[in-house]
């Protein structure tokens, strides 16, 4: 009998053991479009360790415990302190999700993290759709600003989710794939435009309100290679409309707004009452002076753009991706410390007297669509390889540096390897 207890143990250690083990362990190195570069003044093994750097920096700074849930298992929380306070927003959990799971194998304990980080959104739902998070919440664990959700958190989570799930497809604390699923269908019921397509800024939007409708979008919420992950595991029409939908706004609103710079704004509206097309938002339509400007919400944007383009291979995201590399490349005489932080759409500072990574390291990853842009690329790399300033910067910092340094993928891009045969992402 004794014996036997034994081996049942046994037998459970070994399937916890394996149930932690991730399917892909960091670094995969991923062969993106063809025509694409990535630095060349570093080996690939030093470009891994500058990530495994990084990432070390990113976890004592940002990561934390936030105590457990009714069963006793650990919740974790990205310490985003943006009230000053210490708060988490729901942005913050949707970048963790995707960084921890991408690390695991680096990371020891990925999959402990990544269910920890998941029970917290889940401890934390919006009072309005709650198969979503809300969007801010504070040191104490109270719903701040709002109980409702934010676009931008929501998507990186459920890509985070889908991570997880390839990572640790079974045996898991958590069943990943099936909390993706369940998010993604409240983001499609509440926070998509029924007739335009493109992402609301979050629940609390009506898609036909006057003032905050579907067609007053934040642009760094275009993510085309989320949707085209989504449209492969949650199969309804929307997130094939929303690439589409998405990288149209995207054309318009460089050819007709920005046609020196490609530069897009952090809020737009519609054009006219009768009008579909977008436009830059007035100042201070939701957050402030520089609403129609390139500012803190679309320095992602030439990231979000050029991941597509490089995974997926995508024409349209790498032409809207080079415009504004060239521009940067240009405009900085390139010297990657003189990209500013923040411009008007015509190219001209907003400020002059400071850098930073959050504005650099997006405009690295657009970069590598461009094979002329080789050394622009190795500058931008070694201004954002070691920087720290805090958790907004050093997130997206982060994961524009893997995919710099070939070690970001997605859902798609993993399975392209078992669908044709060919070997695009190696240990």
Not at 296 to 313: C, E, I, M, Q
Request: proline content about 5%.
């Amino acid at each position: 009998m004794r014996r036997l207890i034994l081996l049942a143990l046994a037998a459970a250690t070994s399937g916890a053991a394996q149930a932690q083990t991730p399917a892909f362990p960091f670094p995969q190195h991923v062969h993106y479009a063809a025509g694409s570069i990535r630095p060349s003044h570093r080996s690939q093994a030093q470009l891994d360790q500058d990530v495994r750097d990084a990432y070390a920096r990113w976890k004592t700074a940002y990561l934390r415990a936030a105590g457990t849930d009714g069963s006793g298992n650990p919740r974790y929380r990205v310490l985003c302190n943006t009230d000053g306070n210490g708060n988490t927003v729901s942005e913050g959990q949707g970048y963790g999700l995707v960084i921890v799971s991408l690390m695991a194998g680096s990371e020891a304990d990925a999959a402990t993290i990544a269910a920890g980080l998941w029970r917290y959104v889940d401890a934390h739902r919006s009072g309005i759709d709650n198969r979503l998070m809300s969007w801010n919440i504070s040191a104490a664990g109270q719903a701040q600003q709002g109980n409702d959700s934010a676009f931008d958190g929501d998507n990186d989570i459920a890509l985070g989710l889908l991570l997880a799930a390839k990572q640790w497809p079974s045996g898991a604390a958590i069943d990943f794939r099936a909390k993706a699923l369940d998010m993604l269908a409240g983001q499609a019921a509440s926070v998509m435009g029924p007739a335009s397509h493109l992402p609301l800024l979050g629940d609390w939007v009506s898609p036909d309100d006057a003032t905050y409708n579907q067609y007053s979008v934040r642009p760094s919420d275009f993510m085309p290679a989320h949707f085209y992950n989504f449209a492969a595991a949650h199969t309804v029409p929307i997130w094939q409309q929303a690439v589409a939908a998405t990288t149209a706004a995207v054309e318009h609103l460089q050819t007709t707004y920005a046609p020196a710079t490609g530069l897009l704004p952090d809020f737009t509206v519609r054009e006219s009452a009768g009008s579909s097309q977008l436009k830059p938002a007035a100042a201070n339509f939701l957050e402030g002076p520089h609403d129609g400007h390139y500012n803190y919400n679309a320095g992602r944007v030439p990231w979000r753009l050029a991941t597509h383009a490089l995974l997926h291979d995508d024409a349209n995201a790498a032409r809207q991706a080079r415009r504004i590399s060239l521009w940067a490349a240009s405009s900085s005489g390139g010297v990657a410390t003189n990209i500013r932080p923040g411009y008007l759409l015509d190219g001209t500072p907003i400020a002059t007297n400071y850098f930073s990574s959050f504005f650099a390291a997006p405009i690295g990853v657009a970069a590598m669509v461009t094979p002329s842009q080789q050394s622009w690329l190795n500058a931008v790399y070694e201004s954002v390889r070691t920087r720290q300033e805090g958790y907004y910067e050093d997130s997206v910092a982060l994961l524009a540096l893997m995919t710099m340094a070939g070690t970001y993928w997605d859902p798609i891009a993993i399975d392209r390897i078992f669908a044709d045969g060919v070997q695009r992402i190696t240990p």
